[in-house]
């Protein structure tokens, strides 16, 4: 049987798109820079369908793109625009596996704090769930209302709240998957603690679609927190905004996000998005802080931060004050991919270095291009910043290879939490050292020896696999 007749026979011909029209929106990635051709995109709804798609592309060597809300920033959810090719050196097809189907949300275990929920149920939809119960989830971020359980494991998705709470790997408490030769992988009985041999969960945690199709996670929660507090700060420097940071990190538990932008990002947002600016002067660089507790944490945020240095400050505590802030930070991404295809950065780098790395980008950057356009924003309470840059051709990798080598120089990591993709293949040797990287091929072809998962996503493809 041909590979999308066999496909249509799993799902039925709805939900096995061919039609070009209807593959289009799956086959580029959000920001527009990356983008590839799928033989078709499959919409499996549960863990079966995904065991039969996975053997029907297994039997032709199609490549398989696991995909869920598709707002993943380093080209990993789309087909690659070269195809891999077969072993006789013939174009592979290329398969989305597309997830949002999966979407089963069990109701919430309110004795352990932990609910099982679809890999394509999306972050806002596990919130709301969550917090009907009174409970809420850790991990939050501007694309939730499309990003999916299963994306947010499989990128090991951080965002505002990693101070807090940690990132999307340590939420998890359990895990079903599917692996490349449809073998099932399920271990979903909520043991917070759990060491019964190799925590599969937590590999399947940044392996972006490599390893296995990600099915259903089984994810603790954290109290809901019904008093909320942001502020946001004017200051002069990125240094100064990790240092302000850290003062209230180490005065207040209480605090739940320290999140940093500049002059230009606001004054982008402020045409894209619309709204006033909070100051009447500008500032070189803003850091929003928020707490979040059982009771108001208003008067002890204003007391730490009227002991600190700034230019600036307001603080907002109902709700639409804080919606107008937080819109100021969150606002970044598509008021930037308003204005062009970015190029976006996303390294890590010592907190205590936050302040001299956002100097030298900038200087990195205006000298592999004299023209470019750069927007630094991100997490500075986890020294996760965001380079943006707008001007150069999306293919010309000039200014990305300056920012990431770098991110390296300073001690960094060339991605923090959006992933390698295909964007920063040749990047991972360079970051990891080769020890690392043969470890992690050698988990791939144990799990996958035939590449077929996310071929070109973390590893170069090897040619005549398949
Ligand atoms: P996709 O984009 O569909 O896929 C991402 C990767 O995961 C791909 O490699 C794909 O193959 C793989 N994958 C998807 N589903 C599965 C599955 N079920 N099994 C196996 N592999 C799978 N990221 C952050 O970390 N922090 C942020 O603050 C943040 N903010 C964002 C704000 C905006 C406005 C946007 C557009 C993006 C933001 N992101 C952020 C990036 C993105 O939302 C995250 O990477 C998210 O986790 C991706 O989820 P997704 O469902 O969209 O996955
Ligand atoms: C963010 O923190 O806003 C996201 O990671 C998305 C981005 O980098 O634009
Ligand atoms: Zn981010």
């Known amino acids: 049987m041909r590979l999308v007749d066999s496909l249509r026979a799993v799902v039925g011909p709805s939900r096995a798109l061919t039609d070009p029209d209807l593959r289009a929106t799956y086959e580029t990635d959000w920001t527009g820079r990356f983008h590839g051709v799928a033989a078709a995109v499959v919409r499996p709804s549960t863990v079966e369908e995904v065991v039969a798609v996975l053997l029907a592309c297994g039997e032709v060597g199609a490549a398989v793109v696991p995909q869920g809300g598709n707002t993943g920033l380093v080209g990993g959810s789309v087909p690659r625009a070269a195809a891999p090719s077969s072993a006789r050196g013939s174009p592979r097809p290329q398969v989305i596996l597309s997830t949002p189907g999966i979407r089963d949300l069990e109701a919430v ?128 420097d990125a240094g100064q905004a990790a240092e302000f940071a850290a003062h209230v990190r180490r005065r207040l538990s209480t605090i739940t996000a320290a999140e940093l932008f500049d002059h230009d990002g606001m004054q982008l947002v402020l045409r894209h998005a619309g709204g006033e600016p909070p100051f009447r002067a500008s500032h070189p660089r803003y ?68 302040g001299e790395f956002d100097l030298a980008v900038r200087d990195v950057i205006r000298r592999a291009d004299p023209d470019a356009r750069t927007f630094v924003y991100g997490h500075v309470g986890d020294g996760n910043l965001h380079v943006n840059v707008l001007g150069p051709d999306p293919d010309d990798e000039t200014v990305d290879d300056a920012v990431l080598e770098l991110a390296i120089r300073s001690g960094g ?13 040749r990047w991972l040797v360079a970051d990891r050292g080769e020890p690392d990287v043969a470890a992690m091929r050698a988990i791939k072809r144990a799990l996958d020896p035939r590449d077929l998962l996310n071929p070109g996503v973390l590893f170069a493809i090897s040619p005549g696999r398949g």
């Open 109 to 236: 275990d309110e004795v352990a704090g932990e609910v099982t929920v679809g890999a394509g149920v999306t972050l806002s939809a596990l919130q709301r769930h969550a917090r009907h119960s009174g409970w809420d989830f850790g991990v939050d971020m501007g694309s939730r209302d499309s990003a999916t359980v299963g994306g947010m494991v499989a990128t090991n998705a951080g965002g505002v709240n990693v101070l807090r709470y940690g990132v999307m790997r340590q939420q998890l408490v359990g895990i079903e998957a599917v692996l490349a030769d449809g073998t099932i992988i399920r271990r979903l009985p909520g043991l917070v603690k759990d060491n019964t041999g190799y925590a599969l969960g937590s590999l399947l945690a940044g392996s972006e679609g490599t390893l296995a199709v990600v099915t259903r996670a089984r994810l603790r929660l954290v109290p809901h927190l019904p008093h909320r507090t942001v502020a946001l700060i004017a200051l002069d």
């Open 287 to 354: 850091l929003l802080i928020e707490c979040g507790a059982a009771a108001d944490p208003t008067d002890e945020l204003v007391e730490v931060i009227a002991g600190l240095p700034s230019r600036d400050a307001i603080v907002a505590t109902d709700e639409g004050g804080r919606h107008r802030l937080w819109k100021l930070r969150e606002s970044h991404t598509e008021s930037v991919n308003a204005a062009g295809v970015p190029h976006k950065v996303d390294v890590a780098v010592p907190v205590g270095r936050i």
């Open 413 to 425: 990591a060339v991605s923090a939490e959006h992933g390698i993709g295909v964007a920063k293949v």
